[in-house]
C-alpha cells in the first residue's frame, strides 16, 4: 500500500496534491497504529485469562476428593451432555484426527535417569489422552473406563491401573509387564479390546448394563469351575478336558475371559524333545489346543440376561461339580439388544448336526441366516494346514486330498475321501464356526461338550494332514483311505499285513473321552489285532498314522508268536486258486505228522486223521466262490 501511495505522488505535480496525500497517510499510519494496540490488549487479556484458568485447574487438582465424588460429577456432566448436531460432531472428528496425527509417534523427552518409555503404537481414536501436570500420571480415558499409568519423576513405571464404569481402578499386572517391556504393540491391543468390549449400540446406561450383565457371568463360570474341582480334585489337564467350563482364565485389561476345553495329546508333549509339558494353571498358554473367550455383543433381538450372579450357595449339588442356579427374575435379569458370545480362538469346522445340536442346547441359532455348507472334510484338511503353515500365507483351496506320513519305521499315503456319499446321497457337510450365542451360565457346559466332540473328531481326520512329501511309488509305501460314514465316526480301509485282502477299522467318536475302534476282516484273513488294542492305542495318541502303524507292528508281533495263521492264509490262498477242494469236503486236521505239521492237503500228499483232536477247520466255497474258514469245537471221545 506504501509503494503504491509512493507512485501516485511522483506521477502529481501539484502541491496541494501532495498535501492532501500526506495528510491520507498520516491518518492511515493512525488507524494502524490504533488496531495493533487494540490486537496487543486483547492477546494481553487473553493470556491473563487462560492463566486464571489454569491456576483454577491446578487448585481443583490439588485437591484431592474421593473417586466416589469425582465418579458421580462425571457421571453427572455426562448425563447432561445434549445431542450434538452433526456439523458439531464433525467438527469434533476433525480435532480428534489433528490431535491423533499430532500424538501419533510422540515420545516424552528423555530423562536423565531411569528406563524411560514410550506409547508408539496407534491408539484406537475412541479414546482421549492427557499427562497430569507432574508428567507422572497418563490417562487414557474413555465414556466407560480409563487406564492410569503412574511413573516416578525419574522415569520407571510405577503401576498401571484399569477403572472401567463405577468401579474403582484396579492394578493390571499383565500392562505393566507389557510397558516394562516396551512390549507397546501388546499394549496397544490390550487398549483395542477394552473399547471393542463396549461397542454395542446404545448409550451408557445400556454400556452400563451390558457390562454388569458380563461381570455377572464370569463371576458365576468361576465358580462352576472352582465347583468341578472341588467335586472331582481334578489336574490343570483334567480341568481343560472335562471340567464343566474347563480351565477359565480370568479377564486382565483388554483381554477376555477365556475357557480352555480341549487339548490333544500331543499339544501336552514339547515339540522336539517330545518330554510332556508340566502344566499348571500359571503357565497354560492361551493358544493352546480349543478355547473361547466369553464376550457380549449387539443383537437385533432383545434377549433377557441377568445382570446379577445366578448361583446360589458355594458348594456342588452332585459328585460332577454341578452348581444350583437361582430362577431368572426381573430383579435378576434384565431386556437388552446385546447376548452373551462364546468366540472361538481360531474358525473350527463343525458338521450341520452339531451345529444344530448347539442351536438346540440354547434355543439360539448359531447362524442368522443358514450358512454356506462345504464338505466336512475340505474344512478340517483347510483348517489343519492352516495350523501348519501358522506365520505364513493362508493356504490355497486345494481338491488333492492325498496326504503322506513318514514314521520312524514306515511311509504312509492316506486319501481322506471326503465326497463319498453318508445321507441321501450326499457328502458330510459342515461350516466353518467361529462364535456361539447363549444367554444363561448352566447353557455353557452343554455347548463346551459339543465343542469337544467335534474337536476330537476333527483331530483324528486332521491327523492324516502333513505337509510331508513322499514319492508315490517308494518302496514300501502303505495306501490307506479315510471315509466318513457318519457325522461321529469314519472307516480307515488298508491292505491286510499277511494277505492281499481288504480290511477296514471303523472308528466312533463317541464323545471327547471315548472313541470306539471295530477291526473288520475277512473270516479267512490271519489275525491282526484285538478291538481292544487299537481302541487303547487311539483313546492315548488320538493319531490314524500311530494307530495304523501300532496295528502293523501287533500284526508282525502276532505272526511271529503263531506261524500257523500265517501258513494257514497262505493254504487258502492256494485252495482258491486251484479250485480245491470241492464243496462239502471233510475236515483237516489243525495237528498232523512230522512231515505234514498242519495236516493240510497237498503239502505231503495226503490226509491224516485224529479223532482225539477237540478243534478243526473246514474250508468251503459258495456259489459267489466266497471262501470262508471256519474252526469248531468237538467234544472229546469218551475211552470205552
Not at 148 to 177: F, M, R, T, W
Not at 414 to 425: H, I, R, S, T
Not at 539 to 546: A, D, F, G, L, T
Request: glycine share 6%; proline share 7%.
Amino acid at each position: 500500500m506504501a509503494a503504491a501511495v509512493a507512485a501516485v505522488s511522483i506521477q502529481s505535480a501539484s502541491p496541494a496534491r501532495e498535501l492532501t496525500l500526506s495528510a491520507q497517510q498520516a491518518a492511515i499510519q493512525a488507524t494502524g497504529d490504533r488496531i495493533k494496540k487494540e490486537e496487543e490488549g486483547t492477546e494481553a487479556e487473553k493470556q491473563s485469562r487462560v492463566a486464571v484458568l489454569l491456576e483454577r485447574l491446578h487448585a481443583k487438582h490439588s485437591a484431592s476428593r474421593p473417586w466416589q465424588e469425582t465418579s458421580k460429577v462425571v457421571r453427572q456432566a455426562m448425563e447432561k451432555r445434549g445431542a450434538m448436531h452433526a456439523a458439531g460432531h464433525q467438527l469434533l472428528l476433525t480435532c480428534l484426527e489433528t490431535l491423533q496425527r499430532a500424538l501419533k509417534g510422540r515420545t516424552p523427552p528423555p530423562r536423565p535417569q531411569g528406563e524411560g518409555w514410550s506409547l508408539t503404537g496407534e491408539a484406537p481414536c475412541q479414546l482421549g489422552s492427557h499427562l497430569s501436570p507432574s508428567g507422572t500420571e497418563c490417562y487414557i480415558t474413555s465414556d466407560m473406563f480409563y487406564v492410569e499409568v503412574q511413573l516416578e519423576p525419574a522415569g520407571q513405571l510405577v503401576d498401571v491401573k484399569v477403572a472401567h464404569h463405577g468401579e474403582n481402578p484396579a492394578s493390571c499386572p499383565e500392562l505393566i509387564q507389557h510397558l516394562r517391556e516396551k512390549n507397546f504393540e501388546e499394549f496397544s491391543k490390550h487398549l483395542k479390546g477394552l473399547v471393542n468390549l463396549y461397542k454395542v449400540p446404545g448409550d451408557n446406561k445400556l454400556k452400563t448394563k451390558m457390562y454388569l450383565a458380563l461381570q455377572s457371568l464370569e463371576l458365576d463360570l468361576t465358580k462352576m469351575m472352582h465347583m468341578f474341582r472341588l467335586a472331582t480334585n481334578a489336574n490343570t489337564v483334567e480341568t481343560i478336558l472335562h471340567g464343566s467350563v474347563g480351565l477359565l482364565t480370568g479377564r486382565s485389561g483388554g483381554r477376555l475371559v477365556s475357557l480352555q476345553c480341549y487339548v490333544s495329546p500331543y499339544d501336552v508333549f514339547e515339540e522336539g524333545t517330545g518330554t510332556q509339558l508340566n502344566l499348571t494353571d500359571t503357565n497354560v498358554p492361551r493358544s493352546l489346543g480349543v478355547s473361547v473367550y466369553v464376550t457380549v455383543e449387539g443383537t437385533s433381538s432383545i434377549y433377557k440376561l441377568p445382570i446379577a450372579p445366578l448361583i446360589t450357595g458355594s458348594h456342588p449339588v452332585d459328585n460332577k461339580g454341578t452348581p444350583s442356579f437361582s430362577s431368572v427374575t426381573n430383579s435378576n435379569c434384565v431386556d437388552l439388544p446385546v447376548c452373551f458370545f462364546l468366540k472361538l480362538n481360531q474358525p473350527m469346522a463343525f458338521s450341520l448336526s452339531f451345529i444344530q445340536r448347539m442351536g438346540a442346547a440354547t434355543g439360539i441359532p448359531v447362524f442368522d441366516s443358514p450358512p454356506a455348507l462345504s464338505p466336512l472334510y475340505q474344512l478340517i484338511v483347510h483348517s489343519q494346514l492352516q495350523r501348519l503353515d501358522e506365520g505364513g500365507p493362508p493356504p490355497k483351496p486345494s481338491h488333492n486330498m492325498h496326504f503322506y506320513s513318514c514314521l520312524p519305521d514306515q511311509q504312509h499315503c492316506y486319501f481322506l475321501n471326503g465326497d463319498a456319499p453318508v445321507q441321501d446321497g450326499r457328502s458330510l457337510q459342515g461350516a466353518l464356526v467361529s462364535k456361539i450365542p447363549f444367554r444363561h451360565p448352566a447353557q455353557v457346559p452343554a455347548i463346551l461338550d459339543i465343542i469337544r466332540h467335534q474337536a476330537a473328531y476333527n483331530t483324528l481326520v486332521g491327523s492324516c494332514v502333513k505337509r510331508t512329501s513322499v514319492k508315490e511309488d517308494a518302496a514300501g509305501l502303505l495306501q490307506f483311505e479315510v471315509c466318513p460314514l457318519t457325522d461321529s465316526s469314519f472307516s480307515v480301509s488298508f491292505q491286510h499285513p499277511v494277505n492281499e485282502s481288504l480290511v477296514c477299522v471303523v472308528m466312533e467318536v463317541i464323545d471327547s473321552k471315548q472313541v470306539a475302534c471295530k477291526l473288520f476282516k475277512g473270516m479267512s484273513d490271519a489275525l491282526i489285532c484285538t478291538d481292544d488294542f487299537i481302541t487303547k492305542v487311539v483313546q492315548r495318541c488320538m493319531s490314524i498314522p500311530v494307530t495304523m502303524r501300532a496295528i502293523r507292528r501287533k500284526a508282525e508281533t502276532i505272526q511271529a508268536d503263531t506261524p500257523a495263521l500265517s501258513l494257514i492264509a497262505k493254504t487258502v490262498e492256494i485252495m482258491v486258486k486251484n479250485n480245491l477242494p470241492p464243496s462239502g469236503s471233510p475236515s483237516y486236521n489243525m495237528a498232523g505228522d512230522g512231515a505234514n505239521p498242519m495236516g493240510l492237503p497237498g503239502l505231503a500228499g495226503g490226509n491224516t486223521s485224529n479223532n482225539n483232536n477237540n478243534n478243526s477247520s473246514s474250508y468251503s466255497k459258495d456259489s459267489k466262490d466266497k471262501v470262508t474258514w471256519t474252526t469248531t469245537t468237538r467234544s472229546p471221545r469218551t475211552p470205552s
